[in-house]
């Protein structure tokens, strides 16, 4: 069983920056891909940054890419999203998931992650 607890979300002003944490727990497996997704009101679940925990390969969507970056640290089972030049489009709830291996690409969608975590609030004012 794999736990995934995020933590760093709150309010923040157009233009400030946040860091996000996603720690894992239980059985923890060194193949995985483990990434960001965010869901707004009344939107679909996004896909948002991912990373191979082993060799550190990172994707990102369009919307975030420059602004966004995704980092683990394989020591603490831990991994982040800092996320700077925040706008307010980027409100939402963001969830970390993990694709458990056997994995053959880096997944961008929500149905290829096995394991997610309860989600972390973000909201950013103009």
């Known amino acids: 069983q794999v736990q995934l607890v995020e933590s760093g979300g709150g309010l923040v002003q157009a233009g400030g920056s946040l860091r996000l944490s996603c720690a894992v727990s239980?059985?923890?497996?060194?193949?995985?891909?483990m990434g960001w997704f965010r869901q707004a009101p009344g939107k679909e679940r996004e896909f948002v940054a991912a990373i191979t925990w082993s060799a550190g390969n990172t994707k990102y969507a369009d919307s975030v890419k420059g602004r966004f970056t995704i980092s683990r640290d394989n020591a603490k089972n831990t991994m982040y999203l800092q996320m700077n030049s925040l706008k307010p489009e980027d409100t939402a709830v963001y969830y970390c998931a993990g694709d458990a291996p056997p994995v053959k690409w880096i997944a961008t969608m929500t149905y290829e992650y096995d394991y997610w975590g309860q989600g972390t609030q973000v909201t950013v004012s103009s």
């Open positions: 239980g059985r923890t497996f060194s193949s995985a891909v």
